[in-house]
């Protein structure tokens, strides 16, 4: 029976009526899902409240998507919701990265071979980051191109490094501080040592280059670059992380269908935006991401019995998501999105979370949560397996376990390698917290 003959046999005309006056409320008002065509932007009140998490496969017009050919459709409209309510609009990419080497050496025993390259890019080649590059050494057996694994990190790296501070990011009612503890390059090699030895590369380049993790941030980095745009912290260290991706396009060790976006906490949730909104990463791998990145909102803060919720977030890190989130304080339920869509917008491509079960910044059931209903999209593509989650016992922090996790993944997924790995694991619902 189809969806006309069913709901007409159960609709009086007065019926139908209020039930189209409902489905008005509920639908996203905009009428078509032509191509192009923007999504209108209800103010925040205006917004169904939706205690469930918002079905992804509603296309805008209300319609049911069946097809992956609406999904892809439908998809430009996800994004630019969540651009408008949370993260803001990204500028362009440049066009013009380039790269100079600075600094060129063999690290662990010969093993790696570490380079220094100063980018720079953006309006009159203004723009600068300095980015790490580790890769296995010519020399021993491994041979390019490596899948490259590009890494926004806390710490920064260079050859004289500052003594080690703790950066109390200057934002008035930010509790906690980020410890950025500076390495030389013998040092940060060490925590690379699992990837490299799999033959993958890792880029990596200190998060708060791009633009301070709060106080006066819009002034700092490359906000100035691009006054006319409204974004914020997340997809700005997002869009750091794609700017490596255009230099490494241009690099012959890199393997360019195998650019894997990964984070840990605040920096899983700037690679969940890079890997949602930049296509070029096959695999986007967030760890401990917590609320804003992988846990649904519906599911986090204090009041749902969760760990830090869009209250807390939108209070204390102002700098991350845009003001337009402020508004959904205390009435997340009229979010017209929650953080399954991002997951969403990496499929077809490879995702994975992986989180420590005893995170006191992560809350498992939020992640569960987003993971379970993020799946319909997945698997309308044809990829179920390209949906990938990963818990193990611990608190919050990027552990080896972590590593192993997403390298094992990759290597399923995007190497063919037979790992006898199982990514679709949720922990006993005891654990759920
Ligand atoms: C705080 C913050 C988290 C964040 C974490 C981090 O704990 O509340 O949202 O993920 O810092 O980045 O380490």
């Given at each position: 029976m189809n969806?006309?003959t069913?709901?007409a046999?159960?609709?009086s005309?007065g019926g139908?009526i209020?039930?189209?006056?409902i489905?008005?409320?509920?639908l996203?008002p905009?009428?078509?899902?032509?191509?192009?065509?923007?999504?209108?932007?209800?103010?925040v009140?205006d917004?169904?409240i939706?205690t469930?998490m918002p079905n992804?496969?509603?296309?805008?017009d209300?319609?049911t998507?069946?097809?992956p050919e609406q999904w892809?459709?439908?998809r430009?409209?996800?994004?630019?919701?969540?651009?408008?309510y949370?993260?803001?609009?990204?500028?362009?990419?440049?066009g013009?990265?380039?790269g100079?080497?600075?600094?060129?050496r063999l690290?662990?025993?010969g093993?790696t071979?570490?380079?220094?390259?100063?980018l720079t890019?953006?309006?009159?080649e203004?723009?600068?980051?300095?980015i790490?590059?580790?890769?296995?050494a010519?020399?021993?057996?491994?041979?390019?191109?490596?899948?490259?694994?590009?890494q926004?990190?806390?710490?920064?790296i260079?050859?004289n490094?500052?003594?080690?501070?703790?950066?109390?990011i200057?934002?008035?009612?930010?509790t906690a501080?980020?410890?950025?503890?500076?390495n030389t390059?013998?040092?940060?090699?060490?925590?690379?040592?699992?990837?490299l030895?799999?033959g993958?590369?890792?880029v990596?380049?200190?998060?708060?280059?791009?633009?301070?993790d709060?106080?006066?941030?819009?002034?700092t980095?490359?906000?100035?670059?691009y006054?006319?745009?409204?974004w914020?912290d997340?997809?700005?260290w997002a869009?750091?992380?794609?700017?490596?991706v255009?230099y490494l396009e241009?690099?012959s060790?890199?393997d360019?269908?195998?650019?894997?976006?990964?984070g840990h906490?605040r920096?899983?949730k700037?690679t969940l935006?890079?890997?949602?909104?930049?296509?070029?990463?096959a695999l986007?791998a967030?760890?401990?991401s917590?609320?804003a990145?992988?846990g649904?909102?519906r599911f986090?803060g204090?009041?749902?019995?969760?760990?830090?919720?869009l209250?807390?977030i939108?209070?204390?890190?102002?700098q991350?998501?845009?003001?337009?989130?402020?508004e959904?304080s205390?009435?997340?339920e009229?979010?017209p999105?929650d953080?399954?869509?991002?997951?969403?917008l990496?499929?077809p491509r490879?995702?994975?979370a992986?989180?420590g079960?005893?995170d006191?910044?992560?809350?498992?059931?939020?992640l569960?949560?987003?993971?379970l209903?993020a799946?319909p999209?997945?698997?309308?593509?044809g990829?179920?397996?390209?949906l990938?989650i990963?818990?193990r016992p611990g608190?919050h922090r990027?552990a080896?376990e972590?590593?192993?996790?997403?390298?094992?993944?990759?290597?399923?997924q995007?190497r063919g390698?037979?790992?006898?790995?199982?990514?679709?694991q949720l922990?006993?619902?005891?654990?759920?917290h």
């Open positions: 969806n006309q069913s709901s046999r159960f609709l005309l139908l209020i039930g189209l006056a489905a008005g409320r509920l996203w905009i009428q078509s899902l032509a191509a192009n065509t923007p999504p209108a932007f209800p103010a009140a917004l169904p939706q469930n992804p496969l509603v296309a805008t209300g319609k998507i069946t097809t892809l459709q439908h430009e409209a996800v994004k630019q919701i969540i651009e408008h949370a993260l803001g609009h990204m500028p362009p990419p440049p013009n990265v380039k100079h080497e600075v600094v060129s690290l662990a025993d093993k071979s570490y380079r220094l390259v100063h890019f953006g309006p009159e203004k723009l600068s980051l300095d790490s590059i580790f890769r296995p010519e020399t021993n057996g491994i041979k390019a191109p490596f899948p490259v694994i590009v926004p990190s806390f710490s920064t260079s050859d490094p500052p003594p080690s501070v703790t950066n109390a200057a934002s008035g009612t930010n501080p980020v410890k950025k503890s500076p390059p013998e040092t940060a090699v060490r925590q690379y040592a699992q990837a030895d799999r993958y590369a890792v990596t380049f200190y998060y708060q280059d791009c633009g301070k709060g106080g006066d941030y819009r002034t980095g490359f906000f100035p670059a006054p006319d745009s409204d914020a997340l997809a700005l869009w750091g992380m794609s700017r490596c255009d241009t690099q060790f890199a360019k269908s195998k650019f894997i976006a990964l906490s920096l899983g700037a935006v890079a890997g949602a909104f930049d296509e070029r990463f986007c967030p760890a401990g917590g609320c990145g992988t649904a909102y986090n204090k009041a749902r019995n969760g760990r830090e919720g209250n807390e939108v209070k204390n890190f102002p991350w998501t845009i003001p337009s989130l402020v959904f205390n009435r997340v009229r979010l999105f953080q399954h869509w991002l997951i969403d990496v499929a490879l995702f994975i992986a989180d079960l005893d006191t910044a992560a809350s498992v059931n939020a569960v949560q987003s993971y209903a799946q999209v997945y698997a309308l593509l990829v179920p397996d390209h990938g990963n818990f608190p990027l080896m972590d590593w192993s996790a997403i390298l094992d993944f990759a290597d399923q995007l390698i037979d790992v006898k790995r199982h990514f679709d922990p006993p619902q005891e654990l759920w």
